[in-house]
């Protein structure tokens, strides 16, 4: 086990990779059994970013949610590096706030309670309460609640920002991770600009066909316009966090890939 109900709705977590404490929400269903049972989110994923994020790194989380891979990307960067961290859901930006004040990391760690879109507006997020990770600015629909049949979900307005917004502040982005539960074609769309000035160096996102599908085909049609323009390359990462080469073909035959890495240089 590698966390304790302390109250007030928390548990105490103490991560498998370099024993990060911090705080997750008991009740939720998504991140916190993983992190209690196993001290880690997505293990594959968590070995590669312990393995290639190196110090002095710009990183951009998007979709931080409470703060699990913000908080590694802080301790891999260290003192000099820079780390941006977007969470569109007001309760996960909160105990995210709470997990990088303990952690002493506001002096590289800049958060936003924003989602990332293609263009600066407002909109609606749809909220998970239960499974507080699914939240997403893609409604929920039948076949969502089919497979989480207790979800309930809460629907608030946020401000949207595209990611080229970052263009002057960073010389390069090493690593941008984005997991927003079916906003990736947006998100795709905001940063272009970054992509043009080869200001970024890798793209981390997963891919959810059951969230996804109404920008399903255009996002396998911008990628591969991306990949034409740009020259990216597209891994998985397999079980012991190393990458393997696939495309664009094999990863739109698939329902769900937890990580897909696009190489951008």
Not at 245 to 255: H, I, K, M, N, V
């Amino acid at each position: 086990m590698h966390g304790i109900y302390i109250g007030n709705n928390r548990v105490l977590i103490q991560t498998r990779v370099l024993g990060i404490r911090m705080l997750a929400y008991a009740d939720d269903l998504s991140l916190t059994p993983d992190l209690v049972f196993n001290g880690a989110f997505e293990i594959p994923l968590t070995q590669y970013l312990a393995s290639n994020v190196n110090q002095g790194d710009t990183v951009i989380d998007i979709g931080a949610n409470i703060g699990y891979f913000t908080l590694l990307f802080g301790k891999l960067t260290g003192t000099n590096g820079k780390i941006v961290a977007y969470e569109a859901n007001k309760r996960n930006f909160s105990l995210l706030q709470e997990n990088t004040a303990y952690h002493v990391l506001g002096d590289r760690v800049k958060l936003y309670n924003k989602a990332v879109y293609s263009e600066e507006t407002e909109l609606t997020f749809y909220s998970s309460n239960k499974w507080t990770g699914n939240g997403s600015l893609v409604r929920h629909d039948e076949t969502y609640f089919g497979k989480f049949i207790t979800d309930e979900v809460t629907e608030e307005k946020v401000e949207a920002v595209p990611v080229d917004i970052h263009l002057g502040d960073y010389p390069f982005v090493h690593f941008i991770k984005m997991d927003i539960e079916g906003g990736e074609y947006h998100g795709f769309l905001g940063m272009k600009s970054l992509l043009e000035n080869k200001k970024v160096g890798e793209i981390i996102f997963e891919l959810n066909y059951l969230r996804m599908k109404e920008t399903w085909s255009k996002t396998k049609l911008l990628l591969e316009d991306y990949q034409s323009q740009f020259g990216l390359g597209f891994y998985l990462i397999n079980e012991k966090g190393e990458l393997v080469p696939t495309d664009l073909t094999f990863l739109f035959r698939q329902e769900f890939v937890e990580s897909v890495v696009i190489k951008c240089q």
